[in-house]
């Protein structure tokens, strides 16, 4: 469990925190994940976007728990995962942590549920491990160009300024609350899901040693979530596909999406942004909590 200095400031209630330890053997290679556990029934795995962690889900969690054993894990390096120094940050190395979480606690059956980058992984991970998923909603996947950089243009000014060669790991670290708070909210249709305290914890878990570079490193991992697309056609279990109407995603992203994966079904949520989990969580429970 995170220590004393390193505990989140946000409960969501219901919830247990629990780590899985590095596999032996990989030389430093991996580090410690975090999750968070609640309710019973069949195993659903919440994945979160870029830039947040496991309490991006707070809204949605208790919504769901009666249904489902919930696991909502901190993606490598993110939250309160433990940062590796030399770790990449690459969508293989980050669906390694999912699979991590799926493999040491031998999940079966098992609904992933991600949103933005955790969408990508949800997919990825699915095509990788058949034997234990039953079902992937994937939401607002996060694999087309320029990514957040649509948020607007205080958003392409940080992030190109952290992907800048020699100044960029000093803008990586320097991150002004008034600016955090713009550019989620950038992600948005209604600005006020976005809560104070949801941005002080980003803000925290922001100040970890080290966090900066595994910040500027996602960013940088953009490319590797759209070549990810190419395994999305190797998918098995059923696959829903859910994006915000007013997503950073354009329609020919979403049609090339739906194209890529024609079984799938697919939702648009009226109004919402990039952050469903935040402004609708009570569309993704409904939608979750009918097939459980």
């Known amino acids: ?43 659903l795995v919440l994945l979160h976007t870029v830039r947040t962690q496991a309490e991006h889900f707070r809204l949605l969690i208790p919504l769901i728990a009666q249904r489902y054993t919930v696991y909502a894990l901190d993606l490598p390096g993110m939250g309160y995962s433990e940062i590796v120094p030399g770790a990449s940050y690459d969508e293989p190395a980050m669906r390694a942590g999912v699979e991590r979480l ?33 079902r992937v909603v994937a939401v607002n996947a996060y694999d087309f160009r320029d990514g957040i950089a649509r948020s607007g243009l205080l958003a392409r000014v940080v992030v190109g300024g952290a992907l800048a060669p020699v100044v960029g790991p000093v803008i990586a670290g320097v991150e002004p609350k008034s600016a955090l708070r713009r550019i989620l909210q950038g992600g948005l249709g209604d600005k006020s899901a976005l809560r104070e305290d949801y941005v002080d914890e980003l803000l925290r878990v922001g100040s970890r040693p080290g966090y900066p570079t595994v910040a500027r490193a996602v960013y940088q991992a953009l490319p590797s979530l759209i070549a990810a697309r190419a395994h999305y056609p190797e998918i098995e279990a059923p696959i829903h596909l859910v994006y915000g109407e007013k997503d950073w995603s354009r329609p020919s ?40």
């Open 253 to 292: 992203d979403r049609e090339a999406n739906k194209q890529l994966l024609p079984a799938a079904d697919f939702t648009q949520v009226p109004k919402a942004g990039h952050f469903i989990a935040l402004e609708r969580p009570d569309v993704l429970a409904d939608l979750l909590n009918a097939v459980a």
């Open 1 to 43: 469990m995170p220590s004393q200095e390193s505990r989140p400031t946000i409960h969501i209630p219901g919830t247990t925190s629990h780590t899985i330890a590095p596999r032996a053997g990989l030389d430093g290679r991996e580090g410690t994940l975090r999750y968070l556990k609640a309710g019973t029934g069949a195993p």
């Open 102 to 134: 799926l493999t040491e606690l031998d999940l079966h059956d098992v609904t992933l549920v991600g949103e933005s980058m955790g969408a990508v992984l949800a997919l990825t991970a699915a095509a990788e491990l058949p034997e234990r998923v039953r």
